[in-house]
Protein backbone atom coordinates (compact mmCIF):
# COMPACT_ATOMS: atom_id res chain seq x y z
CA UNK A 1 0.00 0.00 0.00
CA UNK A 2 1.28 3.24 -1.20
CA UNK A 3 0.78 6.56 1.21
CA UNK A 4 0.13 9.54 -0.56
CA UNK A 5 -0.13 13.35 0.32
CA UNK A 6 -3.87 13.62 0.34
CA UNK A 7 -4.02 10.29 2.75
CA UNK A 8 -1.65 12.27 5.29
CA UNK A 9 -3.56 15.14 4.92
CA UNK A 10 -6.32 13.45 5.83
CA UNK A 11 -4.91 11.76 9.00
CA UNK A 12 -4.10 15.19 10.09
CA UNK A 13 -0.73 13.51 11.02
CA UNK A 14 1.02 16.72 11.60
CA UNK A 15 -1.78 18.59 12.96
CA UNK A 16 0.07 18.95 16.18
CA UNK A 17 3.14 17.83 15.77
CA UNK A 18 4.22 21.07 16.98
CA UNK A 19 2.93 20.56 20.21
CA UNK A 20 4.26 17.31 20.84
CA UNK A 21 7.66 17.97 19.62
CA UNK A 22 8.07 20.34 22.20
CA UNK A 23 6.33 18.11 24.88
CA UNK A 24 8.94 15.47 24.31
CA UNK A 25 11.60 17.78 23.88
CA UNK A 26 10.68 19.74 27.51
CA UNK A 27 10.16 16.13 28.99
CA UNK A 28 13.24 14.28 28.32
CA UNK A 29 15.64 16.89 27.99
CA UNK A 30 16.56 17.81 24.26
CA UNK A 31 16.57 20.00 22.38
CA UNK A 32 14.32 19.99 19.04
CA UNK A 33 17.46 19.22 16.57
CA UNK A 34 18.54 16.19 19.29
CA UNK A 35 15.08 14.87 18.98
CA UNK A 36 14.78 15.47 15.30
CA UNK A 37 18.23 13.53 14.67
CA UNK A 38 17.47 10.73 17.06
CA UNK A 39 14.53 10.29 14.95
CA UNK A 40 16.10 10.66 11.86
CA UNK A 41 19.06 7.90 13.61
CA UNK A 42 16.50 5.14 15.06
CA UNK A 43 14.87 5.33 11.34
CA UNK A 44 18.52 3.87 9.87
CA UNK A 45 18.91 1.43 12.83
CA UNK A 46 22.28 1.03 12.72
CA UNK A 47 25.00 4.08 12.30
CA UNK A 48 27.84 5.10 12.18
CA UNK A 49 29.98 8.10 13.40
CA UNK A 50 30.00 9.38 9.91
CA UNK A 51 26.08 8.96 9.49
CA UNK A 52 25.59 11.08 12.94
CA UNK A 53 27.90 13.45 11.46
CA UNK A 54 26.08 13.19 8.07
CA UNK A 55 22.67 13.77 9.59
CA UNK A 56 23.85 16.72 11.37
CA UNK A 57 24.43 18.73 7.98
CA UNK A 58 20.75 20.08 8.42
CA UNK A 59 20.73 21.21 11.83
CA UNK A 60 22.59 24.25 14.06
CA UNK A 61 26.32 23.30 15.11
CA UNK A 62 26.99 22.05 18.50
CA UNK A 63 29.83 19.82 18.73
CA UNK A 64 28.77 18.64 22.22
CA UNK A 65 25.16 16.97 20.62
CA UNK A 66 27.17 13.52 20.24
CA UNK A 67 28.89 13.15 23.63
CA UNK A 68 25.57 14.40 25.19
CA UNK A 69 22.98 12.07 23.65
CA UNK A 70 25.56 9.28 24.26
CA UNK A 71 25.95 10.31 28.16
CA UNK A 72 22.33 10.61 28.63
CA UNK A 73 21.95 7.25 27.16
CA UNK A 74 19.62 7.63 23.93
CA UNK A 75 22.83 6.66 21.73
CA UNK A 76 24.41 3.07 22.72
CA UNK A 77 27.25 1.39 21.10
CA UNK A 78 26.20 -2.28 19.04
CA UNK A 79 29.25 -3.21 18.31
CA UNK A 80 32.85 -2.01 19.18
CA UNK A 81 35.91 -1.66 16.82
CA UNK A 82 38.66 -4.11 17.59
CA UNK A 83 41.62 -2.14 15.28
CA UNK A 84 42.50 -5.21 13.37
CA UNK A 85 39.25 -6.25 11.89
CA UNK A 86 36.56 -4.24 12.84
CA UNK A 87 37.49 -0.44 11.65
CA UNK A 88 35.08 1.34 13.66
CA UNK A 89 32.03 0.64 15.83
CA UNK A 90 28.42 0.74 15.30
CA UNK A 91 26.04 2.69 17.08
CA UNK A 92 22.19 2.41 17.45
CA UNK A 93 19.64 4.09 19.43
CA UNK A 94 19.10 3.24 23.02
CA UNK A 95 16.04 1.19 23.88
CA UNK A 96 14.54 4.44 25.62
CA UNK A 97 15.20 6.45 23.05
CA UNK A 98 13.16 4.06 20.45
CA UNK A 99 10.22 3.79 23.45
CA UNK A 100 10.32 7.36 23.59
CA UNK A 101 9.70 7.99 19.54
CA UNK A 102 7.57 5.22 19.45
CA UNK A 103 5.58 7.19 21.58
CA UNK A 104 5.59 10.33 19.67
CA UNK A 105 3.77 8.60 16.72
CA UNK A 106 1.56 6.61 18.81
CA UNK A 107 0.38 10.48 20.01
CA UNK A 108 0.26 11.95 16.68
CA UNK A 109 -1.43 8.77 15.49
CA UNK A 110 -4.02 9.52 17.95
CA UNK A 111 -3.77 6.18 19.54
CA UNK A 112 -2.50 8.10 22.99
CA UNK A 113 -2.85 11.55 24.47
CA UNK A 114 -0.47 13.35 26.28
CA UNK A 115 0.04 13.11 29.72
CA UNK A 116 -2.11 15.39 31.97
CA UNK A 117 -1.25 14.16 35.36
CA UNK A 118 0.42 16.81 37.69
CA UNK A 119 4.05 15.32 36.65
CA UNK A 120 3.72 16.67 33.44
CA UNK A 121 6.05 18.83 33.35
CA UNK A 122 4.03 21.52 31.59
CA UNK A 123 1.57 21.41 34.47
CA UNK A 124 3.89 23.67 37.01
CA UNK A 125 2.44 26.70 35.26
CA UNK A 126 5.24 28.56 36.15
CA UNK A 127 5.40 30.54 32.93
CA UNK A 128 2.94 31.83 30.04
CA UNK A 129 4.53 29.43 27.45
CA UNK A 130 3.52 26.51 30.28
CA UNK A 131 -0.58 27.79 30.30
CA UNK A 132 -0.45 28.11 26.51
CA UNK A 133 0.67 24.70 26.30
CA UNK A 134 -1.52 23.72 28.73
CA UNK A 135 -4.27 24.80 26.98
CA UNK A 136 -3.21 23.31 23.55
CA UNK A 137 -3.01 19.59 25.21
CA UNK A 138 -6.55 19.95 26.48
CA UNK A 139 -7.82 21.27 23.16
CA UNK A 140 -5.78 18.58 21.23
CA UNK A 141 -7.29 15.98 23.74
CA UNK A 142 -10.53 16.81 22.79
CA UNK A 143 -10.39 17.27 19.53
CA UNK A 144 -12.38 14.12 18.02
CA UNK A 145 -10.66 13.53 14.57
CA UNK A 146 -6.95 13.46 15.26
Known amino acids: MI ?9 Q ?10 WACKTYGLNDADLELLVYLDCKGRFTRNDFI ?3 YTYSWDKARW ?8 IEVWRHRNRTTIK ?3 YKTSFQCSQIISRIYRILLGEEDL ?4 RNIFFNNKSYTDKVFNKSID ?4 DKHR
Open 13 to 22: LFKYYRLVRK
Open 3 to 11: ITASDLRDM
Open 115 to 118: PTSE
Open 139 to 142: DMIK
Open 67 to 74: ERLRSKGF
Open 54 to 56: NGT
Open 88 to 90: YSI
